[in-house]
């Protein structure tokens, strides 16, 4: 088997990657083109970044698995029984049960509830002051997916878990944890003070407080009840047994990280190109005005430029650069190369978006490309695909519009340094602005005509 050509997986490889993710994917993309291997000790890494090889990632579902196998090195973050560790029958059946609380009416039914949330965090700042975007963002987005997940946003229930999904969100992204995931030997409950001591104690304060709502939703049912825990509860395995509170609690940790980050990462860069171009807030602000004085959540999601500015985010720096790796199961011909049993793939997100045949000077920040052109889902693909395409896609997108819609009727924002050119930087999967994006809350626009309509009445 002849592997495609590429670099070999060495020290001096990571740290230029470390310092400039992106860049160092565009030096391999032009030094080795559309498909290259990097060898990871005897382990064939292969990356693809041309539509043809996506589509065949994405839809030979015989030939190349989604191994949960892989994603294992996550295990002690997201849990052994997440969906990311799940692969064939129980990770699609897993899948299906999470689908309809995260699509459709059941997400729409969110709307009024984002928007204000966007807007009570935006009303705690101070007027003239500067804040960072990223973790205000996330907190928008952590009440959102409180909400979309457990159904909570009030209470005494609610509170506890809000607080303790903030310790633990913010700790598994700390520099402590990611050094304790990476050498095992670290793996010392040593008590409070020591970092795996710490992350174990909030685990288990995670679990006790998702058993006990369990139990209480098992033992009182409702069926108004809309939410993602509700469904799981009174589900059925695939073998038509309920399923295990065990495996329940595990499918939580991949939705928390997926959902509050990847979003929070997507905004926040809108944040940032929205007001580094000030001809893309002008246009945003005249379309969401079209929409008269009490516009509802629908037709704002619906606003084609809107739409657009979402994409071209979600083009030009993807929240995950790379799909979640694949396994080769048996022997396919990717793009002319024999890939052989063992050989795992990703595709490159990032790549792919960064092709000139597909978007023309594609380093410019142009939300016309999706207003004039329709792309296949091998050619742009911020969700991924194929049997992990992400799950929480429709909650995110109606998610970002909504926030965005929020902020930019009802504040202006300003860069604090309006030349500093913000560069993404790995945070777990995810690759948000590496400074946390410091901003200016210069007023609050008036609270009349559509602009009060838009925040006052959803
Ligand atoms: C703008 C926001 C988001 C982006 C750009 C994003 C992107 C992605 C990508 C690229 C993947 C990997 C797909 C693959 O390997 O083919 C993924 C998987 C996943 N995402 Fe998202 N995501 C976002 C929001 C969310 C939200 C809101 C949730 C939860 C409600 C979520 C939960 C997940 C989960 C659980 C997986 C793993 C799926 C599996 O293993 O089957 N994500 N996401």
Same mark, same amino acid.
Request: proline letters at 27%; hydrophobic letters at 15%.
């Given at each position: 088997m002849t592997l495609p050509d590429g670099p070999k997986a060495s020290p001096q490889l990571l740290s230029q990657f470390k310092s400039d993710p992106l860049g160092s994917m565009d030096a391999m993309g032009e030094r080795y083109g559309d498909i290259f291997t990097i060898m990871a000790g005897s382990t064939p890494l292969v990356i693809v970044s041309n539509p043809q090889g996506i589509k065949q990632i994405f839809t030979s579902a015989k030939e190349i698995i989604a191994s949960g196998q892989l994603n294992h090195g996550a295990a002690p973050l997201v849990g052994f029984n997440g969906l990311l560790m799940l692969d064939g029958l129980r990770h699609k059946h897993r899948r299906q049960l999470l689908m309809p609380p995260l699509h459709g009416t059941r997400v729409l039914a969110y709307g009024l509830r984002i928007c204000q949330v966007a807007d009570k965090v935006m009303n705690d700042l101070a007027i003239g002051k500067s804040f960072y975007a990223y973790p205000t963002v996330q907190k928008i987005t952590l009440e959102v997916i409180l909400q979309a997940l457990f159904g909570l946003h009030e209470g005494e229930r609610y509170e506890q878990f809000r607080q303790l999904l903030t310790n633990l969100l913010s700790f598994a992204r700390s520099r402590w944890l990611g050094l304790t995931l990476s050498y095992p030997f670290l793996r010392q409950d040593l008590g409070g003070w020591s970092p795996w001591g710490y992350w174990q104690n909030l685990q288990r304060q995670f679990d006790k407080l998702l058993y006990t709502e369990i139990e209480e939703r098992r033992s009182q049912a409702d069926p108004s009840r809309t939410d993602v825990l509700s469904e799981l509860v009174f589900a059925r395995d695939e073998t038509g047994q309920p399923i295990t509170n065990q495996d329940i609690r595990d499918l939580f940790p991949s939705l928390l990280f997926g959902g509050q980050d990847a979003s929070a990462t997507a905004i926040t860069w809108s944040l940032y190109w929205i007001h580094r171009l000030p001809n893309v807030r002008e246009r945003l602000l005249e379309e969401l005005n079209t929409l008269g004085e009490s516009p509802d959540p629908m037709s704002i999601v619906a606003l084609p430029y809107l739409s657009a500015v979402c994409n071209e985010v979600l083009r030009i720096? &993807?929240? %995950?650069?790379v799909t979640f790796p694949r396994l080769v199961e048996s022997p396919i011909e990717v793009m002319g190369y024999e890939l052989s049993p063992g050989t795992v793939v990703r595709g490159s997100i990032y790549l792919t978006h960064q092709r000139e045949d597909l978007y &023309? %000077? &594609?380093k410019q920040f142009q939300p016309e490309r999706f207003l004039e052109r329709q792309y296949s889902p091998y050619e742009f693909l911020p969700f991924g695909g194929?049997?992990?395409?992400? &799950?929480?896609e429709a909650l995110a997108l109606f998610e970002m519009k909504l926030i965005l819609g929020t902020i930019l009727s009802r504040y202006q924002l300003t860069l604090a340094d309006e030349k500093r050119v913000e560069k993404p930087k790995a945070r777990g999967v995810n690759f948000p602005p590496a400074s946390g994006l410091e901003m200016l809350l210069l007023g609050q626009l008036p609270r009349q005509g559509r602009s009060q309509q838009l925040v006052g009445t959803l």
């Open positions: 720096y &993807p929240t %995950q650069v &023309p %000077q &594609p194929g049997a992990r395409r992400c &799950p929480g």
